[in-house]
């Protein structure tokens, strides 16, 4: 397991009003906004 510090960034932010509004609206959360945020903050750390 290895800890990553949560970065705040404007696609952080994106992704997060993004994943908000997927989930009032029960869809799925593999949205482009989301996964821009994760490869922002694991590039370099992990592959996934």
Known sequence: M???RRIDTPKA???VRAL???KENNRSYNIPEVNAA????FK???QF
């Open 2 to 4: 290895i800890r990553v």
């Open 13 to 15: 932010r994106a992704a």
């Open 20 to 22: 908000e509004v997927a």
């Open 38 to 41: 994760l490869t922002e903050m």
């Open 44 to 46: 370099g750390i992990c």
